[in-house]
């Protein structure tokens, strides 16, 4: 089902690329990160172009909550005492300084995306103390932050944490605008990166710097990005007839991390977050539908989708250059699940980088993705590896769970064929689609979530659907099986 967002935004096409070209930057992806970047720079009279793959902002933009806010969860007690206090202060900074951004040219370009300001809150129906003392680090950072108890949530909670002056918007209507008047090409995926030039099917770009803010770098090497994040879902449900709320809301505790947001006369309720390949059992709108039903009785649900993050080892987003080797290349991705905030603050340093060469210290601070490279840092790069390396043996020792005879209408799942374990699906007529069980990145086991009826890899989160075509990175090619194979 469509998001809120897309099912209320029509975006104009833009052409795909169909010759070389030349430009001072080119930017990697057309999503909130991409446009911001391409934005910012052409202000300042920089001659940028935008490679999309698809559509601008069929991407995580349209599936976002579209929080516009500093508090990422419970992070600054974590940022001061593991990094100290330059590294939370350039943190609270760039995010505070990118709700002020987005204001602005809201304003400036009259756009009407129901930008309004607003407090966000954590709440805890458990653990308070953990509360008060991330409402203290916060304000000690110059951040207005303050400990609470009163909420509008539909029960009493143990405490809450409160940031004054955040946002929320509507992403698609303020992506569509600040798109408009920029140079953007549309289904033109770049098949291939090497120095000052990017190759699409039918058409190139050689550009002086190249910023990656394509969600998920698709290029292994270098940088290493796959060795850095796990991408995890989340989902959410849209109700109506709720009550609206002033503040946006996230719970910390482990079994009661529910979302709320309201948007317009809806209500964004989310939470059933997993890593991505990791719901073989399913439920997670079910789950929603019950506790909205629960805390809201009469409401209605209207919307139901959700939503893929690239989550980094650490919390804090991979901002700066892309690699030692590549001084050109920029990267912006690992925003965790705070997409709105950390485009715009991507987007600021990165211009920035580019319009003034300042150091990278100084632009990049903590989110450089210097901070870990793969030989000094291997010991950090161990659960996520750990993770990988599990997979990639089940792909070798884990029979198949269970017979394509066995599999009920609408389901899908991995199942013993000719001996093969391979991907299938039942549709609602019968019809059975195989599919490789194999993930084309790096070859992990997919595994079949049944909440969004595709296959799912658990190493790295690529996605594809019930006919093997990829839906999300880092793998670039589907799973379809050859036409021998495939007995459909
Ligand atoms: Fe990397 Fe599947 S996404 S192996």
């Known amino acids: 089902m469509k998001s809120l967002w897309m099912d209320e935004t029509e975006i104009q096409d833009f052409p795909m690329l169909m010759q070389d070209i030349t430009v001072d930057v080119a930017v990697v992806g057309g ?29 995580q933009t349209g599936k976002t909550t579209a929080k516009i806010t500093s508090q990422h969860g419970v992070i600054y007690q974590k940022l001061l005492s593991k990094h100290g206090r330059e590294a939370a202060e350039k943190y609270s900074l760039e995010n505070q300084k990118a709700i002020d951004r987005y204001e602005k040219i809201v304003q400036d370009r009259q756009i009407a995306c129901g930008f309004v300001r607003c407090p966000a809150y954590l709440y805890t129906l458990e653990a308070p103390e953990l509360l008060k003392e991330e409402a203290e680090c916060a304000a000690g950072l110059s951040i207005e932050a303050s400990f609470t108890k009163e909420t509008e949530l539909p029960f009493q909670v143990a405490g809450a944490v409160r940031f004054e002056n955040q946002a929320r918007f509507h992403p698609l209507l303020f992506l569509e605008a600040a798109a408009r008047d920029l140079a953007v090409y549309e289904h033109s995926r770049v098949l291939q990166a090497e120095g000052d030039r990017l190759v699409t099917e039918n058409g190139s770009v050689r550009a002086k710097k190249i910023v990656f803010a394509c969600h998920y770098p698709f290029l292994n090497m270098p940088g290493y990005y796959f060795m850095r994040m796990h991408q995890e879902r989340s989902y959410v ?15 910390v505790d482990r079994e009661q991390a529910w979302s709320f947001r309201s948007a317009g006369e809806y209500l964004l309720f989310g939470g059933g977050g997993h890593r991505t390949g990791e719901n073989r059992t399913g439920g997670k709108y079910e789950l929603l539908r019950r506790k909205a039903a629960e805390f809201y009785p009469g409401s209605r ?136 069980a194999k993930c084309p990145h790096l070859g992990c086991q997919l595994e079949w979530n049944p909440d969004e009826k595709c296959f799912e890899c658990p190493c790295h989160g690529s996605r594809f659907d019930h006919m093997g075509h990829c839906v999300d990175g880092p793998a670039q090619t589907g799973i379809a099986l050859t036409q021998e194979e495939d007995s459909h």
């Not at 940028?48 to 559509?55: G, P, T, W």
């Open 301 to 436: 649900v209207r919307y139901q989708w959700s939503a893929q993050d690239c989550m980094p080892m650490d919390q804090i987003p991979y901002i700066g250059r892309f690699s030692a080797e590549t001084p050109d290349w920029y990267a912006a991705t690992g925003f965790g699940k705070w997409g709105m905030s950390s485009s715009m603050a991507a987007a600021g340093m990165i211009t920035e980088s580019i319009l003034e060469e300042e150091d990278d210290g100084k632009v990049f601070g903590i989110f450089s993705p210097q901070r870990f490279t793969p030989r000094a840092s291997a010991g950090n790069f161990c659960k996520d590896s750990v993770h990988a390396v599990k997979d990639l043996s089940r792909r070798i020792f884990t029979p198949g769970r269970s017979d394509l005879e066995e599999l009920p209408v609408g389901h899908g799942g991995i199942v013993e064929y000719d001996g093969e374990k391979v991907g299938a699906y039942r549709d609602e007529e019968g019809e059975i689609y195989l599919v490789s």
């Open 237 to 251: 449900v849209g109700l109506e007839q709720v009550p609206e709320l002033e503040g946006m809301y996230l719970g």
């Open 31 to 59: 999503g909130m990160a991409g446009i911001l970047t391409a934005y910012l720079l052409k202000e300042q009279g920089v001659h940028v172009a935008v490679l999309e793959a698809d559509r601008i902002g069929g991407g």
